[in-house]
């Protein structure tokens, strides 16, 4: 039987906690290890809420920094009276400004402490010469990386942005029981939506931001109504674009049967309401959003970018689009829509897939095992 690994005290550095993929997977990630018997506590670099109030019902201490300015040296100091404070073992940073802030807070600081790092995306942000020089310095004090996914861990790697030997690949992990799609479950997220029992839905989840690319959506929803009168497409989130794309379904006519929610915090409640997922980013790690539609046995569509193509297999856990083709997302959806049998499979397919591969103890256990080979 394998050891399990002593408790560590662990700190996950965070931009913040609003509600986004990223910061999901660090508050699940966190409760986990928390039950596993590790000290763990989280830190926020900006001020924020979203997750926060989850994080403090499961007993997980949160501080804030506060930040209101470019690089914010008070931040620095509360950060590292946190490490001190709480006698952190392992200090975990999640992205490039995390990442630079704490290998600049841990200075000095003594004892041994190990600062490592998790990539969760495809590093677009890197194109900021002065983000991207900052995160490199950063690396220097930073003992191991994890790149969520194989295609991140290629970018990084093939832009010589990180040292392949000390970047190893994760998956992303979710706590799958939560996302168990029924017939209850889909009754009860419709009555909550406001959405009749047997209308069809396509929906998608995300900020509205122009990676994410819901203008795609909008566009080709005319052509879908006029096969299904009765459609609609429900839209998870918030964001810069949210007027925006207002204004286009208004002006595509559409507006009435497009739903904006907002920011949500039940995201595992309303999945079940969709009878089709639909992510038609331009770029993407390993999508949080996605693994949580296919945990829930959704029918997805998923542009063939970044960590998409490393959980949807075409025609066999999802279907795959090329990227800002409309043509091609619009027959994909078509063909979900018209095929109830082709809908089952797949989203069977891909619930089975991420309870294999995907689960929160599986990606605790593989953390457990960074740790270790960093320190």
């Not at 490039?96 to 600081?109: I, K, Q």
């Not at 039940?266 to 770029?283: E, G, I, Q």
């Not at 599986?362 to 960074?370: H, I, W």
Request: hydrophobic share 45%.
């Amino acid at each position: 039987m394998t050891q399990a690994p002593a408790p560590l005290n662990i700190l996950h550095v965070v931009d913040s906690l609003e509600f986004g993929g990223l910061e999901r997977v660090v508050t699940d990630l966190a409760q986990a290890q928390k039950i596993r018997g590790h000290d763990v506590a989280v830190f926020s670099i900006s001020p924020t809420t979203g997750f926060m109030p989850e994080l403090l019902d499961a007993g997980v201490p949160v501080q804030v920094g506060g930040k209101s300015r470019g690089f914010d040296t008070s931040v620095l100091g509360k950060l590292r009276r946190m490490v001190m404070d709480r006698n952190v073992r392992v200090v975990h940073a999640h992205n490039f400004v995390p990442n630079y802030y704490c290998a600049t807070a841990m200075l000095g600081s003594g004892g041994t402490r190990t600062l490592v790092g998790t990539c969760h995306d495809m590093g677009t942000r890197l194109s900021n010469r002065k983000l991207r020089w900052m995160y490199r310095l950063s690396l220097l004090r930073t003992a191991r990386l994890a790149m969520v996914g194989q295609q991140v861990h290629d970018r990084y790697v093939g832009a010589g942005w990180i040292d392949a030997g000390r970047a190893e690949t994760v998956l992303n992990g979710i706590p799958v029981q939560r996302f168990t799609g029924t017939a209850e479950r889909r009754a009860t997220a419709r009555e909550r939506l406001g959405l009749a029992p047997t209308v069809p839905v396509i929906g998608c989840v995300g900020r509205m931001v122009p990676l994410k690319n819901h203008r795609l959506m909008i566009e080709v929803l005319p052509a879908l109504l006029r096969a299904h009168p009765a459609l609609k497409l429900v839209i998870v989130g918030y964001g810069e674009l949210e007027a925006t794309l207002r204004e286009l379904a208004t002006a595509t006519g559409v507006a009435g049967q497009v739903l904006f929610t907002g920011q949500r915090s039940d995201v595992s409640d309303l999945l079940p309401a969709f009878d089709v997922f639909a992510l038609p980013s331009r770029t993407e790690g390993l999508s949080i959003a996605l693994l949580e539609a296919c945990a829930t046995g959704l029918a997805v569509v998923a542009t063939s970018v970044g960590g998409n193509t490393e959980i949807i297999r075409h025609q066999e856990t999802g279907l795959l689009v090329p990227v800002d083709s409309a043509d091609a997302l619009r027959d994909a959806l078509m063909a979900l829509l018209n095929d109830s049998a082709l809908r089952a499979r797949l989203g069977t397919t891909a619930s089975q897939w991420v309870a294999a591969n995907a689960s929160i103890d599986a990606l605790c256990t593989t953390y457990d095992r960074f740790y270790q080979r960093a320190m």
